[in-house]
């Protein structure tokens, strides 16, 4: 999807999120409550105005104010897409489904509204329903559309490929690039797009506990995407530099590069339990959508005739493991797998409640290493 179709999507996308959360605030807290996705809408619509010279008789054609948001909602989508240029409109008519979308707010009174039958009806698409009442809206919309982009086939190449430390940086110069790297830029441009953010520093440093690329929020001071690691930056590795380059964004990195790490883990596990003999084979990502997008992270196969299904599962609070929706398979085991860290505690709390009770359990990597009889590396 060419530039300006895909801001001005995101424009809409964002604009409608933040419209909505603006409309479910309380009236006595309309005027002091942030809303990070309409914020975000109306800077995206003033930096389309500002790059591409989009003006109507002296006024800005797209909005960069709330007010001016809403009113472009309070119309079909295609008045404010008449208004630019032909190009413009050839490439949302070409690559977007939005031109034909009606008014998907109405005004009744200053300050309130409801959503038309059209506002509806996009409140039902994938990501905007996942995200909507979410609390971090952008950064739930945004996971969903890598998703998207995930299950449109080559689903294991694509994960495998995120989840490797080798791939959170990549330079823009493709002699420096892998030729996996050069590969998964060509065969998935869109992804790619949505997966990597400009780096725009002279020097980078990759975290050396989990290989992520350290964000620099000020100048000398930094941060890893995950909180676990950030007391161990004082041993950050500089990353070698070949000019300009792109780096791994946050929202790939917390859904997909993380939960990897607990991924590739238990599969050392796996690959020694075989040769110790006590696993005979597993699968990867299986499952009834499988060659789409996984049901279980690994299905195994166990020397004595078991099936166990693991899902492996990186999250601070352990209610979001109790109510996780579950597909089970008749004659095999459910088992959620989490990282060391957790304490004894946070099974407890899930192998305990009712709805986890002779359904599935959880145990940590090193449970999984003693119940298979593989040795820690050290000992």
Same mark, same amino acid.
């Given at each position: 999807?060419?530039?300006?179709?895909?801001? &001005?999507?995101?424009?809409?996308?964002?604009?409608?999120?933040?419209?909505?959360?603006?409309?479910?605030?309380?009236?006595?807290?309309?005027?002091?409550?942030?809303?990070?996705?309409?914020?975000?809408?109306?800077?995206?619509?003033?930096?389309?105005?500002?790059?591409?010279?989009?003006? @109507?008789?002296?006024?800005?054609?797209?909005?960069?104010?709330?007010?001016?948001?809403?009113?472009? &909602?309070?119309?079909?989508?295609?008045?404010?897409?008449?208004?630019?240029?032909?190009?413009?409109?050839?490439?949302?008519?070409?690559?977007?489904?939005?031109?034909?979308?009606?008014?998907?707010?109405?005004?009744?009174?200053?300050?309130?509204?409801?959503?038309?039958?059209?506002?509806? @009806?996009?409140?039902?698409?994938?990501?905007?329903?996942?995200?909507?009442?979410?609390?971090?809206?952008?950064?739930?919309?945004?996971?969903?559309?890598?998703?998207?982009?995930?299950?449109?086939?080559?689903?294991?190449?694509?994960?495998?490929?995120?989840?490797?430390?080798?791939?959170?940086?990549?330079?823009?110069?493709?002699?420096?690039?892998?030729?996996?790297?050069?590969?998964?830029?060509?065969?998935?441009?869109?992804? &790619?797009?949505?997966?990597?953010?400009?780096?725009?520093?002279?020097?980078i440093y990759r975290c050396k506990r989990c290989?992520?690329?350290?964000?620099?929020?000020?100048?000398?001071?930094?941060?890893?995407?995950?909180?676990?690691?950030?007391?161990?930056?004082?041993?950050?590795?500089?990353?070698?530099?070949?000019?300009?380059?792109?780096?791994?964004?946050?929202?790939?990195?917390?859904?997909?590069?993380?939960?990897?790490?607990?991924?590739?883990?238990?599969?050392?596990?796996?690959?020694?339990?075989?040769?110790?003999?006590?696993?005979?084979?597993?699968?990867?990502?299986?499952?009834?959508? @499988?060659?789409?997008?996984?049901?279980?992270?690994?299905?195994?196969?166990?020397?004595?005739?078991?099936?166990?299904?693991?899902?492996?599962?990186?999250?601070?609070?352990?209610?979001?493991?109790?109510?996780?929706?579950?597909?089970?398979?008749?004659?095999?085991? &459910?088992?959620y797998i989490v990282p060391n860290d957790k304490?004894?505690?946070?099974?407890?709390?899930?192998?305990?409640?009712?709805?986890?009770?002779?359904?599935?359990?959880?145990?940590?990597?090193?449970?999984?290493?003693?119940?298979?009889?593989?040795?820690?590396?050290?000992?």
């Open positions: 999807m060419q530039e300006f179709s895909a801001e &001005f999507s995101k424009m809409v996308n964002y604009g409608f999120l933040g419209i909505y959360r603006r409309l479910s605030i309380p009236e006595e807290d309309l005027q002091t409550r942030f809303v990070p996705a309409l914020t975000k809408a109306c800077g995206i619509g003033a930096y389309l105005n500002f790059k591409y010279n989009l003006k @109507e008789a002296e006024r800005r054609i797209l909005p960069e104010t709330e007010r001016e948001m809403f009113k472009m &909602f309070e119309m079909p989508l295609e008045e404010i897409i008449n208004k630019l240029p032909q190009e413009l409109i050839n490439q949302i008519q070409e690559e977007t489904d939005l031109y034909g979308i009606g008014a998907l707010f109405e005004s009744i009174d200053d300050g309130k509204g409801v959503l038309t039958e059209d506002g509806y @009806e996009m409140r039902s698409n994938r990501a905007i329903y996942k995200s909507i009442n979410c609390l971090e809206q952008m950064g739930e919309y945004d996971g969903q559309q890598i998703f998207e982009e995930l299950c449109k086939g080559e689903y294991r190449e694509k994960r495998v490929f995120l989840e490797n430390p080798d791939n959170v940086y990549i330079p823009d110069n493709s002699i420096y690039q892998s030729d996996t790297q050069q590969k998964f830029i060509k065969s998935f441009p869109d992804l &790619f797009e949505r997966c990597y953010q400009p780096n725009r520093r002279l020097s290989g992520m690329i350290l964000r620099e929020p000020r100048l000398g001071v930094f941060l890893c995407v995950s909180k676990k690691c950030n007391q161990f930056l004082d041993e950050k590795v500089e990353v070698e530099m070949h000019g300009a380059g792109r780096i791994m964004n946050d929202v790939t990195a917390r859904n997909i590069f993380y939960p990897g790490q607990l991924e590739r883990s238990i599969k050392e596990v796996l690959d020694v339990a075989i040769k110790k003999g006590t696993v005979d084979r597993y699968e990867l990502w299986p499952g009834k959508y @499988e060659g789409i997008y996984d049901t279980w992270d690994f299905k195994v196969y166990l020397k004595d005739g078991r099936i166990w299904l693991l899902d492996a599962k990186d999250v601070e609070n352990p209610h979001w493991i109790i109510i996780d929706k579950r597909e089970f398979l008749k004659n095999a085991d &459910f088992i304490p004894k505690v946070y099974l407890e709390q899930i192998n305990n409640n009712t709805r986890c009770l002779n359904e599935a359990r959880c145990i940590r990597v090193k449970d999984l290493k003693k119940i298979l009889e593989v040795k820690e590396k050290n000992a």
